[in-house]
């Protein structure tokens, strides 16, 4: 098959067709999608592929559903992504050199142009195009548009003043991450995997030390007060420095850090960790004196290297302190008493329903932890945290924190004690380590009068929750992804001073950055074609008040600035048809960074009803199992990967092997069978549609069957779309129904040597093609054009209706009773094998009449609460007949009592739904197919025929969907 050529006719005639393009129809309903655009800062890979493959099945799903969809696509020039790409380019970087000429075979010669960034940016713009279209995305182009055009700026000038005016944006001094090597801000952007850096506030608590003090840092301030001694990492450098004048001991990386952060710091001298231990420091809060013991999990780089131990409700101290008792070589060789350490017991501060005093030793010894460096420490410490949080109540241990919650505990602490000087704090990664592209270790850093937007603010975070609370997010166990996101949030820099895009309005030295121009762009979507008829320089916040936020009248603007107010009035309307976004795709990665501030800006801007509806998210893409990366070098350029495998083997390849949050393994052998399936899909398709002919059929067991399962998948394929479970749905419209299709077939070999038989087979396959090519539309839309043609519909497969679901055409009867003929060939092959007996003539008995009736009476029994055997029996008895063989009833229903009672939900209903098949009538029409089969004689008969074949007795043996067997 050529794929290549099919594909880019079907692209041309979608082009030519402009059924991509979307305009405002009053009274149809709309949807609105957008997935992030992307940097052009290099080729895309498969991985990229994903994402916008995934956001296009959505975008064709809705469309076929009737929704007047609006998918559009632009280009982010801005900032970093693009003008590190350039410098590492113009620094003569080897890796990138490699991968840019080697992998994603980039001319040598193009490479000079790549080295500005506005000229990497077009031409990787380009690339990424070409590819999307190759890819067939059905994109509205006209709406096309990068971060760069004059008009845009003009509409981020206006985001920003806006946010501005609502007090969103300050200027001060805050932490950013920071890398100390680039001596530059860093965002999630400009870190190795994409890692947006969390930015958290530790508590320090100043131990006194003779006349100096060690800040324990802690995230849990309120224990305090059961702390039974201090930790320090026996092998790691600390130093006594003056802090603002204060004696400190803190590790030598805090010390630099704390400089960072501001603080004047004049290292004194350098001490070991080793030199602190046997020590005794003193509580601030309640005056307690307490030794100093070294703990290898003690990590320096971590806010001040020294940690308070409070061994009854953390099980890190927990498991370092019962370590430490038990090792004397330990204690002797830092001069320990033993007889002081072991005496050390945890104290109980907070009381938890369902724990004992002591919750940290509770989870150690639950989850069997074994060391200090045991990986179930992480989670054991969430898990206390998580109970003592939510649930705990302060002991009365615990001075003015006695009878509180920890929440309030922890805030009496910090306020309390700080204003006596006890207490301070220090601001550290909660995320760390977390790496700069450059190989550094990202840090925190005060930022001097930096243009910040203030993700802090509690308003703004509250009006951001309410935002998310209207949301749908997909799936919807990240929701708690973003709660945490907005919560730890705070004020984020939004401007830098190099770089492509928007300058600051009221400040041009400052541009502003890329996480800050892109998030509320979809707004910009709407009107884009309609602004680019004016002349940008009067394009004004006026403008932009009136079509997004229907502030000031069009009459006015239009004399003002000389633009029509008809040009106005079409704006105003195309944006109130589109808005709000209804779903925004976007990788994982962007939860804690461009998801939540997009949800942020449009909470601060537009008016609550025009709040973004839903969020998708979904994973990556590995290969063969491992992550993408360009040292393993197992990337795979999107353009390549077309050309090799074809756009809708690539896009059903990168679908079909895990739901949309996981990642995807990708291999080019999945691409492969995705090729072969698709390929024989349509030579079964060319079959159909040569065979076809017009007709009125009669409809066999077998046909309704077929239809059965044919509605049975629509229904299910519909279902897992809705629920965005892609991968379930291309499974089911593709793989099994396709299976359902070679039974049928396979059902149907002997009715294909007859005339009427065959024409009704292809008409029955032309009702399944003509759905199933429906159904997989959305995942592989060039293929389902070709075939659509080739059924002579008109005009696109893209603009179909989607199949609707017939009730009706489910028989759960029929497929009940061909289930019967399935396990009844299965049985044969068993008995054959098991006796060592080639079947000539093969006899079936099928149940009695009474037999199903009691079977019936089971499955209402058994829906009602269980089945009861002398309930069974008494209604059997009622009847003289059976009276008579009481015996043998009597059998019957022990087993039946057994089988009813453990048959599975979904088939009990199925099966009473059903109601009693006429098994031998559908025995009697699969007997050509068994003969075949089983190549023997298929007698068939019921279990109380008269004069039947059965020597062995077996008839009596016949139940309900179990047909008894005799082979000779
Ligand atoms: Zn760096």
Redo the contacts with the bound molecule.
Sequence with gaps: MDWRSIESKWQRRWMKARIFEADPEPGRPKFFLTVAYPYPNSPQHIGHGRTYTLTDVHARYMRMRGYNVLFPMAFHYTGTPILAMTRRLREGDRELIDTFLNVYGIPEGDLDKLKEPLGMARYFHEEIKQGMLEMGYSIDWRREFTTIDPHYQKFIEWQFRKLRQGGYIKRGSHPVGW????Q?P?GQH?TKGDVEPEIGEYTLIKFRLGDAYMPAATLRPETVYGVTNMWVNPDAVYVEALVDGEKWIVSAEAAEKLKLLERKVEVVRELRGSDLVGGEVENPINGVSVPILPAGFVDPKNATGVVMSVPGHAPYDYVALEELKRSREELLKYGLDPGRVESIQPISIISVPDFSDLPARDVVERLGVSGQRDSKLEQATKEVYRAEFHRGVMKPNTGPCAGLSVQEAREVVKEEFSKRGLVDSMYELLNRPVY?????E?VVKIFRDQWFLDYGDEGWKELARRALDRMQIVPEDLRAEFEYTIGWLRERACARKAGLGTRLPWDPDWVIESLSDSVIYMAYYTVVRWLKKISPDRVTDEVFDYVFLGRGDPEGISKRLDISPELLEAMRREFTYFYPLDSRHSGRDLVPNHLTFMVFVHAAIFPEELWPRQIVVNGSVLMGGQKMSKSLGNIIPLRDAVRRFGADPLRLSLLISAEPIKDADFSPKLAQTCRERLERLYGLAREVVENYSEGEYELGHIDLWMLSRLHRRIKETTEALDRFEVRKAAHTALYLLSQDVQWYLKRCRRRMETEEGRKTVYAVLMRVLDTQVRLLAPFVPHVCEEIWEMMGRKPFVSTAPWPEYDEDTVRPDVEEAEEAVMELVEDVRNISKATGIKPKLVCVYTASEWKWRLYTEALKQRLEGRVEFPKLIREAMKSGELRKKAKQVQRYLKSLVEEVSKLPENKLRSRLKAGVPDEEAILTDAKPYLEEELNAEVRIYGEETPDKYDPANRAEKARPYRPAIYVE
């Design positions: 890398c100390p090597k680039c530059s860093v400009d700069c592209r450059c190989g550094s990202c």
